[in-house]
């Protein structure tokens, strides 16, 4: 008998009509079920009869974008195959997208979700694109950071303190090159004496606008520009006003909040996702088709990626997401793994950065990682706080208490991440236990590196001030706290924040710190009866603004105070501010009645 063959076989391995009419006896089309039209009525119907039979809108919304890229209805069914294997044998997945996300990767691209498990592919080298984009994100960052500091730096070092003292240091540079008895210049027309400018209507805006012609060398002109390169050579007249006015009006802790804001804004670079990045331009399309395209020929494969990418279907939680397909319990997942790779490596890692098993992975390091750089991180800092006696609890806490800008940061963000809780609380007891120089360098740091905002140096004086509170007496602190909460104006904000109310604690906190203030908010401090301790315990200067804060505070009219300010004070009704007044007479003569300006004859006789 005849053998007779059946072929299966694509239109496109033939290059012309007559090749296959050539080769083959008879020839039967078979019409495609799927192609990239009807894809997504197929894999939707296929998701509920397999199993979803109530789709969400977020899944729906993910066939509906990637079903444009599936023509083949064999690859349909094994995505679906698989994706309901998955779900059904595994727990722990981020989310159904993400995981719907993995697999379409795992069904387009193999091989590189293959290499994922080694560190190495497709998602590898967009971790690695994803870093560079967002070192160049922080470098524009620190480059406005050194920015603002300089700015600062400039105004505190500013050498003049008012502007008209500044124009007479110009006057005197003008004066010297008209140095000789005979010499005048032609100003607005007339001819005058170098040293008759000076009464001239608006001379200096005149000086700055005119050109200066000397007598009797009239033809040669002095420029403003001239007179302000002699006068100071690095920095404009402009320049001076403007910090002139910048440190009359507090502008350089304007700056340092801004400097805050860019901090914390280049902590969230770190976390910023692949999704992210792609939204802000950060990380361009184009760098991630290029990249795609090192890995496969095909265009609509590039445009797959980016759809999987810029809707978060697949991204950075690929490392956790892998990590469960293998996963044995008690055991690092693949994601741990890269992470003590990284503390291993030295790396630059993010301190938000989810730990799926903590405690494995710190009995998987050594002593001596407990004290680098990478070890920063939060779930790490969690896990070691259930059990802070440990020798390696200890080596973090040593650690991360040193004087070190990366420290304060970190300690930062760990009190601002919201998955901590109130674990703060419990790390800064054992910071404070192996450095209880901890709070004292920090301000230390802060004032003389002026970047450092006063609320990021609050933050932790509320931690402060509850542990010294814990400890019963037994700690004193330092001149330097005292004199800086003296001049914290948010002291009732940070006591309320940190759970400190009751009479009892606010008495303590003025007596344990010897508080005296120099500014107050005071209705903060009606608010939560803080103000009546500081009266009753005198915790507060004798300062002409802030005794008038306290009388409107606490009701007391006060009209006419600036007139006569004794007998507003004496006729306040509260005992407790008159006695204060009466038994530091010499004090409120010097640095409040002396000062008044309109103050009328209202002492008593001497």
Known sequence: KPIRF??????????????????????IP???????????????????????????????????????????MRLLKNICNE????????????????????????????????????????????????KKAQNNLIDQIDGEIQARSAEIKAIENEKFTDVKQLQYIYYTT???????????????????????????????????????????YGNRPIEWSEIEK??????????????????????????????????DRRLSVKRKTIKDLLAENALTEDEVVSLVNKYSEDRQDAELMLILLKNGYLNEKYQYNISIFHEVEGVNSFSDYLFELGVIRGEDMDWDKRIKNPRALIETLDLHYFTTDAIRNYDICSELLMNPQSDKAKEFWSFISQKDEKNYEFLDGYLSCSRNGEKHVKLFDYIMGVNEKFIDELIET??????????????????????????????????????????TIAIPEILEKNGIKNEDELVRVVRDFRLKFKVLDCRAASAIGFLDVIIANRAYAVDGKLMRDILMTKGIPVDGMEAKNYSVICNCGIEAIIDYIDSQFTDYLDNLYLKLESKQADLPEL
């Open 83 to 130: 994706y309901f294997t998955y779900k059904s044998q595994i727990a722990g997945f981020t989310s159904e997208e993400e995981l719907l996300g993995l697999i379409v990767f795992k069904n387009f691209f193999p091989e590189s979700f293959a290499l994922m498990h080694d560190g190495k592919g497709m998602m590898w080298d967009l971790m690695q694109a994803k």
């Open 174 to 216: 003008l004066m010297k090159e008209f140095s000789g008895h005979n010499d005048r210049f032609l100003f607005n027309n007339q001819w005058w004496s170098a040293s008759d400018i000076i009464h001239i209507d608006n001379w200096f805006e005149n000086l700055k606008a005119n050109h200066l012609y000397r007598s009797p």
């Open 446 to 487: 802060s004032s003389k590196d002026s970047v450092w905002p006063r609320s990021f140096v609050e933050r932790q004086l509320g931690l402060y001030i509850a542990w010294v509170l814990r400890q019963n007496h037994l700690v004193q602190p330092s001149s330097d706290v005292t004199e800086y909460l003296n001049e």
């Open 6 to 27: 059946i072929y299966a076989l694509r239109e496109e391995l033939f290059k012309d009509e007559k090749s296959k009419v050539k080769f083959l006896d008879f020839v």
């Open 30 to 72: 078979i019409i495609p079920r799927i192609n990239a039209s009807n894809s997504r009525t197929e894999l939707l119907d296929f998701m509920k009869n397999w199993g979803d039979k109530k789709l969400d809108n977020g899944l729906k919304r993910f066939v509906k974008e990637i079903s444009p890229y599936i023509s083949d």
């Open 230 to 263: 002699k006068t100071d050579p690095t920095c404009s007249y402009d320049e001076h006003v403007k910090r002139i006015g910048s440190r009359a009006n507090g502008q350089t802790e304007k700056i340092k909040c801004e400097i805050q804001k860019l901090r």
